[in-house]
Nanobody
């Protein structure tokens, strides 16, 4: 079992920055890919960014150039630095992990409880 605990969400104005953190515990040896999904009201859950244990990253087109994902394997923690936030970034952000190096929905083994990010205009 793996437990994922997110922190760092909140309410900010457009243009501001936030940093999300996700700490993994439990059977962490089984984790390869980690990352973030988000889900806005009435919309499907979508991949925001993922990072493999080796450090390979991928991003949704909508966040490229604004969000940066990073990982500290020694602390079993993944971060999402979000800059130039827009109202359309408003969603619940979920940390996710997978045993493979991809973070497609079908690959996810564990989810965090989610943290709310609200961006006002």
């Amino acid at each position: 079992q793996v437990q994922l605990v997110e922190s760092g969400g909140g309410l900010v104005q457009a243009g501001a920055s936030l940093r999300l953190s996700c700490a993994a515990s439990g059977s962490i040896f089984s984790i390869n890919a980690m990352g973030w999904y988000r889900q806005a009201p009435g919309k499907q859950r979508e991949l925001v960014a993922g990072i493999s244990r080796a450090g390979h990253t991928n991003y949704a087109d909508s966040v490229k150039g604004r969000f940066t994902i990073s990982r500290d394997n020694a602390k079993n923690t993944v971060y999402l630095q979000m800059n130039s936030l827009k109202p359309e970034d408003t969603a619940v952000y979920y940390c996710a992990s997978a045993t493979g190096f991809l973070l497609r929905l079908t690959d996810i083994n564990y989810w965090g409880q989610g943290t709310q990010v609200t961006v006002s205009s």
